[in-house]
C-alpha cells in the first residue's frame, strides 16, 4: 500500500514524543467562555463548553476542574480548530473529592492530636480505624473507641485530595500558542420535567394555563450563564454497566423561580421537541430552578362525567381542552403533572385535582381525571341473560342520579363489549365508540335522576 510522506512524517514525530517525559506539573486550562447545556428527560445532559489552552509544542498535561462530577468519561470529546495538530494521548477523571472520612483514612497508623476543649487536654494517640467511628490507641497503650476530642490533623492533609471534579488530559500538540478548544461530554446528575397549572373560571368552561419547567442539578457542579436547551421526548439509551462516581446530593435543594422575559422558543427537532431558553441561566448544584414555559388566558374547556357502565363505582370528572392554536395554545407540550385550581365563592383559590399528561402535540385533545363526583351517582344492574347456542344476549338496567339542586348534567357511560356484538334495543342513544365499546350520553336534571337500558347480542363464529 502507497504511504503519504507527510503522514508518515507525521506519526514518526508523534512517535518521538510520546517517548518524551511529561513535564512534572500539569497546566490548568482556561476558564469557562461559553457553556451549552441540552438537557433530556430522564437524568441526562449533553453539556459543551469552550475554554482557551496554552499549548507548546509537544507532550503536556492539562487539568480542567468545575466539570460534572456525573462525567461519563467515555462521552469526552476535544476538538481545536481546524489546523491545529494535536493527539488526544490519555485521559483521567478524577473524582475523589475531599470529605472527614477520606482524610482519616490517609492517617490509619499515623499518629493524630487529639484536642479536648471541654477538660482543655491535648493528647497524641495513633489512629487504627475509623469503620463505625474512630479507634485509637493512646501513649500507654490503651484502645480508645470515639474518645472525645476534636482531631487536628497536620498542614497540608488535603493537598492530594480534590475540591472539585478534575477531568485531566496528557497531548500531544504540532504547534504552540493560545487556542480555543470545544469540550463536549454527556453527564447525569441533570434533569428536568414539566409543571401546568390550570384555574379554570366560575362555569368550567375556560381556564388561564401557565407551564413551568423545573430544572434539578444534582451534578456536583454549578454551571454559570450558560445557553440552556430541553428536549421534550423519549430519547433511547442503552443499557451501562454500573458507573456513579459521585453520590446524589439529594437533600438541601434551593428553590429559584425565573420568568419572563426571555423564555422559550420551541421548535421540532428530529422526532423530538427542542425549548431554547432566549437567555443565559445559571444553574447552581443541588438546586432546583423553575423558569416559565407558556402562559395562556381564556383557553376553552369542557368538564365531563364518566360513569364506567359495566363495572359500576364513581362518576369520574374530567377536564378537556384542544391543545391549538384556536383555543389560545398551540406549543407542544412536555410531559408533567398539571394541577387544576378553582376560585371559590369568596374568590380564592382551591386546589381541586391533578392528572400527568403524556407529550402532546399541537392539535391534540389533553384529557384529565380530577377526581369522582360528590353529588353524581351511578348504579349498574345486569338484568337477564340468556343462551342462544351461538352465543348469548345481555339485558342491562343503569340508573344515574344527580343530587345538584340546580345543575342539570350529561354523563358519558362507556360500556364494555368483547366479541362480535351488536345492540338489539337501547332506550336512549348510543354510539359503537370502537371494537369493544358502545358509548351513551345520558342527560340527567337536577335533583332527579335518569334510567336507561339496552339489550346486546353476542355471536360466536
Given at each position: 500500500m502507497k504511504r503519504n510522506p507527510a503522514t508518515l512524517l507525521f506519526v514518526c514525530v508523534l512517535l518521538a514524543y510520546c517517548a518524551m517525559p511529561?513535564?512534572?506539573?500539569?497546566?490548568?486550562?482556561?476558564?469557562?467562555?461559553?457553556?451549552?447545556?441540552?438537557?433530556?428527560?430522564?437524568?441526562?445532559?449533553?453539556?459543551?463548553?469552550?475554554?482557551?489552552?496554552?499549548?507548546?509544542?509537544?507532550?503536556?498535561?492539562?487539568?480542567?476542574?468545575?466539570?460534572s462530577g456525573r462525567l461519563n468519561p467515555s462521552t469526552v470529546h476535544l476538538a481545536f480548530p481546524e489546523g491545529v495538530e494535536f493527539e488526544l494521548l490519555e485521559q483521567n477523571f478524577d473524582y475523589d473529592l475531599v470529605n472527614m472520612d477520606k482524610m482519616l483514612n490517609k492517617f490509619i497508623g499515623s499518629e493524630l492530636t487529639l484536642i479536648d476543649d471541654y477538660n482543655k487536654t491535648e493528647q497524641r494517640v495513633t489512629l487504627l480505624s475509623t469503620a463505625g467511628g474512630r479507634v485509637v490507641r493512646d501513649a500507654s497503650g490503651q484502645i480508645l473507641l470515639n474518645p472525645p476530642g476534636r482531631v487536628v490533623l497536620p498542614a497540608g492533609s488535603a493537598d492530594e485530595l480534590l475540591l472539585r471534579p478534575t477531568l485531566s488530559w496528557d497531548l500531544w500538540s504540532g504547534s504552540s500558542g493560545t487556542q480555543t478548544g470545544e469540550i463536549s461530554y454527556l453527564s447525569g446528575g441533570l434533569d428536568w420535567k414539566a409543571d401546568y397549572v390550570v384555574m379554570l373560571n366560575a362555569d368550567d368552561t375556560a381556564a388561564d394555563i401557565e407551564g413551568w419547567v423545573t430544572l434539578t442539578n444534582n451534578s456536583g457542579t454549578t454551571f454559570e450563564n450558560a445557553q440552556l436547551k430541553l428536549v421534550a421526548g423519549d430519547v433511547n439509551r442503552a443499557p451501562m454497566d454500573d458507573y456513579a462516581p459521585m453520590e446524589r446530593a439529594l437533600d438541601g435543594y434551593a428553590m429559584a423561580e425565573e420568568a419572563a422575559p426571555g423564555g422559550f422558543a420551541e421548535e421540532s427537532f428530529f422526532e423530538y421537541h427542542l425549548y431554547d431558553l432566549q437567555r443565559p441561566t445559571t444553574i447552581r448544584n443541588s438546586q432546583q430552578k423553575q423558569i416559565g414555559l407558556l402562559t395562556a388566558a381564556g383557553v376553552g374547556t369542557e368538564k365531563l362525567f364518566v360513569f364506567d357502565g359495566r363495572n359500576g363505582g364513581d362518576v369520574s370528572v374530567k377536564v378537556q381542552f384542544e391543545n391549538s392554536e384556536e383555543n389560545n395554545m398551540g406549543m407542544p407540550l412536555p410531559k408533567g403533572i398539571v394541577r387544576v385550581f378553582k376560585a371559590d365563592s369568596k374568590g380564592q383559590a382551591q386546589f381541586v385535582g391533578e392528572d400527568r399528561i403524556d407529550h402532546t402535540p399541537r392539535d391534540e385533545d389533553v384529557r384529565l381525571t380530577i377526581g369522582n363526583a360528590f353529588d353524581i351517582k351511578g348504579e349498574t344492574v345486569k338484568k337477564d341473560y340468556k343462551d342462544i347456542g351461538s352465543g348469548y344476549t345481555e339485558t342491562w338496567e343503569i340508573t344515574l342520579k344527580n343530587h345538584k339542586e340546580s345543575e342539570d348534567v350529561t354523563v358519558t357511560v362507556p360500556f364494555a363489549i368483547w366479541g362480535d356484538w351488536d345492540i338489539l334495543s337501547a332506550s336512549t342513544d348510543y354510539v359503537k365508540k370502537d371494537a369493544n365499546t358502545a358509548e351513551f350520553k345520558v342527560d340527567v336534571p337536577a335533583d332527579g335522576e335518569t334510567k336507561f337500558t339496552f339489550q346486546y347480542r353476542v355471536v360466536w363464529r
Open positions: 511529561i513535564p512534572a506539573s500539569a497546566k490548568e486550562a482556561g476558564a469557562v467562555s461559553d457553556l451549552f447545556i441540552t438537557i433530556y428527560n430522564g437524568d441526562l445532559a449533553l453539556v459543551k463548553e469552550k475554554r482557551s489552552f496554552n499549548l507548546a509544542s509537544g507532550r503536556q498535561q492539562f487539568t480542567l476542574d468545575n466539570v
